[in-house]
């Protein structure tokens, strides 16, 4: 049997926004030396029940990039204001306040130290992890059934849990250099 096994990975756009949002609320209530990636001195008025929208949004945009990966950058770029109504107070200084959040993450994203270094990040541990899972497919005798798709998230996911389903998975890129023994029995669970 040779080796059939496809592998896409990617940086999500729309959930590398929402781990960016994730961290610019966890950071109103953190500690100095617990503060994560994007830091903001400006207090950003957030809904109540800020981390059950934030989950239900996760899962929603999480399922639209597994039926169509398409639909992640028409997600962030045509449908901004999905973020903002579900997770913001809906004012002018949050409004104001969430459109800055915004050019900052595309301003950071397109640069870079954004996108680029996330993707490169990962180059020779995902090439490691490729061929690991694909010679135990071989050995095992299983033919996939369809690609295999990695969406790449800069930060851990702490407000929604960020699973793996059937062929598809989301994953900080700290598993793949930290985690790595724990990403491969992780993921050879999704293809079989």
């Known amino acids: 049997m040779e080796i059939s096994l496809i ?4 940086t999500s756009f729309s959930l590398n ?6 961290n610019i609320f966890l950071n109103q209530n953190e500690n100095e030396e617990d503060l994560r990636f994007p830091y903001l001195s400006t207090r950003i008025t957030i809904k109540e029940d800020f981390e059950l929208k934030y989950e239900e949004l996760w899962n ?12 992640d950058v028409r997600t962030f770029y045509e449908e901004k204001d999905l973020f903002y109504q579900r997770l913001f107070v809906m004012d002018d200084d949050s409004f104001k306040n969430f459109n800055e959040i915004h050019k900052t993450f595309k301003v950071w994203w397109n640069s ?15 090439q490691k992890l490729y061929w690991e899972l694909a010679n135990s497919l071989v050995q095992r005798e299983i033919e996939p059934k369809k690609e295999l798709n990695i969406s790449l998230i800069y930060d851990e996911c702490l407000l929604a849990n960020a699973q793996i389903s059937s062929y598809f998975a989301v994953l900080p890129i700290k598993d793949f250099i930290v985690n790595y023994k724990d990403l491969v029995p992780k993921l050879k669970v999704c293809i079989y």
């Not at 929603?60 to 639909?71: A, L």
């Not at 870079?112 to 995902?126: C, K, L, N, P, V």
């Open 112 to 126: 870079f130290a954004g996108r680029f270094s996330i993707e490169r990040s990962i180059d020779e541990m995902g």
């Open 7 to 10: 592998m896409r990975t990617d």
């Open 17 to 22: 926004f929402l781990i960016y949002i994730q």
């Open 60 to 71: 929603e945009i999480s399922q639209r990039i597994y039926d169509d990966n398409k639909n």
